[in-house]
Each structure stands twice: as C-alpha cells, then as structure tokens.
C-alpha cells in the first residue's frame, strides 16, 4: 500500500508539472538553461540506472530463455506491429503528432519496479521478473532507438537524423556504459540508498515541464481537439486490454505455469515513463515532444491501475 501512495505522488508531480508548464512555460533566458540542466540530469539518470543494474542477475536468468524471450517479444516485437498498424488512426481519429506519441509509446522498454512489483503482489516469478524487466530497460537503450529510426521515420512523421545518433551514445549510451563500469565502486552505495529514487522521478518531472513548456511555446493545444485526446484515451486503455488479454492467453498456449504466466503479462504488458521520457528528449531533440509524450503519459498511468486490480486479485486467488 505505500508503494501505491508513492506512485500516486509520483502521478500527481507530472500532472502538476504539465499544468505549471501549460500556465507559466519557460521563455526567454530560462530555456537554453533549462534545456542544459534537462540533459544534465539525463545523463546522470542513465549512469545511475547503468549502476544500479546487475548484469548477473541477466546472464544467471538466461536458463529460463523461454520465458525472458517471450516477454521481450511481447514488449519489442508485438508492441511496435500494434503501433504501426494503428497509423490508419491518424486519418481520422488521432493527429499526426498523437499518434507519433502512440507509436513512440509501444517502441520503449517495459518498467522495473513496477512490473517486479506487481509480480511479487500477485505470488508470480518474481526472479523472471527481475532478470526480465531488467534486461528490458538493457536492451532498450538499444532497441527503442533503432525500432524509432526504422518506424517512426516511415510512420510516425518523425525525422531522426545523425545528430540525434550521436546525442543518443552521448546522453544515452556513454552515461550508462559508464556506470555499468562503475558498478565494482558504486553499486553498493546506490542499493544503500533507495532514495535515489527520488531523484529519478524528479528527473521526469522535469523532463515533462521541459517538454511542455516547449510545447506551449509551439501552441501545442491548438494543434488539437478535443475529441482527439478523448480518442486518445480510448486507444491507450484499447492498447493495453489488448496486450493483457494476449499476453495470458499467449503465456497459457505455451504452457506456462501459473506463476510465469503472471511475470509474463505483467512484465510484457508495462511501457517505462523513467526511460520513454528522458529517450523523446534525445531522440526527438528539435521536434515539439509535448504531445509526442503525452500518449505515454497516459498509457503508463492506465497501466498501473489497471495492474494494479489485476495483482490484488491474482493474490486473493492464491
């Protein structure tokens, strides 16, 4: 229960930093400030996450291939075909920068804490859920950009040149190389203090009120109906009954257990705000990101409600 209320606060930080950044956006002098601060503390997030992660945890899961292999194609495979056939969506329910945003959502890693959360409420395999979400958010450093350079440049409207390559290995890639590195000097400090991880969701906040204050300055809610965010909506909470439904009845016509099935729906299902977000920031860079981010924002807040139901009832079961 107060993880439930940490997330909550969590959830109540972006929206509060979405509607600071709608009323009182950063102009002038405090946007290349901001924008150096923004890429900063991105950096610093990936090195924490680099050390932070436990390449044995990965390489010691790997025996259950079975498992790991259909998680990560739920989350790199299945995810992104949904998102690409969904462009039919932009002629006439989304705009082009909504479902820009939709398809960019199904292209990140699944979540962490999280999915190994809701996998330990629901009595699942919480150890294939760890090595699982773990190698997720490693792959996707990876993966995500390179399903965005080959989808979202085709389909999404989107343009990712060679700069953003090279601002993904120097944001991105270096940062968390480098603390992966690091871990023989940093890994116990980090796991003794979790409250590191209030400096990760203070890094999202700040990403999302710099990534709308930049779309305030492009009139980004002119570019929009309000029809199309209730369309939104309703394909985000479509997208993730879809995925949970298959995820399970995928996980049981492979013969599963019960205890892998439920790691698989949770972990496979699960899109990550603490990596999509600081990602658009970099992949995008130069591109109006607000709306780009919002169907995320919306898919990840769905997604733990509905998780969250999901889990305590898989407990009462058991």
């Known amino acids: 229960m107060g993880w439930l209320k940490r997330v909550d606060r969590f959830l109540l930080a972006i929206v509060t930093a979405a509607v600071v ?7 002038g002098v405090t946007v290349p400030v901001l924008e150096w601060v923004t890429k900063a503390a991105v950096a610093v997030l990936f090195f924490v996450y ?56 199904t292209l990140v890693p699944s979540t962490v804490q999280s999915s190994i959360n809701f996998t ?13 979400a773990s190698a997720s958010n490693l792959l996707g450093v990876f993966l995500t950009p390179l399903l ?5 440049t085709t389909s999404g409207g989107i343009t990712i040149d060679a700069s953003s390559v090279l601002d993904i290995v120097g944001q991105l890639l270096v940062p968390f190389v480098l603390g992966q590195l690091s871990r023989p000097w940093t ?30 300055r492009e009139h980004m809610w002119q570019q929009v109906e309000p029809l199309q965010l209730l369309g939104l909506v309703l ?3 479509v997208i993730l009954a ?40 970099v992949l995008f860079a130069g591109s109006p990101v607000g709306l780009l981010v919002l169907p995320l924002m919306v898919f990840h807040q769905a997604q733990l409600m509905a998780c969250g139901s999901l889990a305590a009832r898989y407990a009462r079961q058991v």
């Open 242 to 281: 879809t995925m949970l439904s298959l995820s399970w009845w995928l996980a049981r016509r492979l013969g599963f257990n019960r205890e892998d099935v439920i790691a698989i729906q949770f972990c496979g299902t699960k899109k990550s705000l603490a990596t999509g977000l600081p990602m658009a920031t």
């Open 120 to 132: 330990s409420i629901a009595k699942g395999n919480v150890a294939g859920a760890i090595v699982s």
């Open 235 to 237: 394909v985000c909470l």
């Open 21 to 27: 950044a709608t009323v009182l956006p950063a102009q």
């Open 187 to 216: 890994a116990d400090w980090v796991a003794a203090h979790p409250k590191l991880k209030l400096f990760d969701n203070g890094v999202i906040v700040l990403v999302v009120y710099s990534a709308f204050s930049a779309g305030m």
């Open 50 to 105: 680099g050390a932070r992660l436990k390449p044995d945890q990965a390489l010691a899961g790997l025996k259950h291939w079975r498992l790991h292999l259909t998680i990560l194609g739920l989350t790199f495979v299945v995810f992104p075909v949904i998102g690409w056939g969904l462009q039919v969506l932009s002629q006439w329910l989304l705009s082009p920068s909504l479902y820009a945003g939709v398809l960019y959502l």
């Open 148 to 152: 965005c350079w080959l989808l979202m």
